[in-house]
């Protein structure tokens, strides 16, 4: 779906302030299996692999959610950061009231087949 051009301003920077709020999810996640190996609860070679598969995870995820997003998919990654609990409703403010309906609309769709698999 293709968010109307007023909207689309208020779509990028939800967009990066949804990348931001995940990339530091990541980071706190890869400290915690830093954190973990400093203390002793993890031997080196446990804490490099979990490291690495960490990042590889990660990286996968923050690619096919944010590599080459154009105007026609803005609206299906701002939909996945509120299915996922990463934004809130509050974000949608600024959007038109159509556009503001439109997420209501999907996310209760999405919510009441009760997906647990990503939306695009």
Excluded at 37 to 48: E, I, L, V
Excluded at 80 to 98: N, P, Q, V
Aim: charged share 40%.
């Amino acid at each position: 779906m293709d968010l109307p051009k007023k909207d689309k301003k208020f779509a990028r920077e939800i967009i990066e302030k949804g990348l931001q709020e995940e990339l530091a999810k990541g980071l706190c996640e890869f400290d915690s299996i830093l954190h973990d190996w400093k203390n002793g609860s993890k031997d080196h070679r446990t804490a490099y692999h979990s490291i690495f598969k960490a990042v590889k995870e990660f990286d996968r995820h923050i690619a096919r959610r944010y590599d080459g997003v154009t105007g026609s998919k803005y609206f299906y990654v701002i939909a996945e950061l509120l299915f996922d609990g990463i934004m809130s409703e509050e974000y949608l403010k600024d959007f038109t009231a159509e556009t503001q309906q439109k997420f209501k609309e999907y996310l209760k769709l999405a919510k009441s087949k009760n997906r647990k698999e990503k939306i695009i």
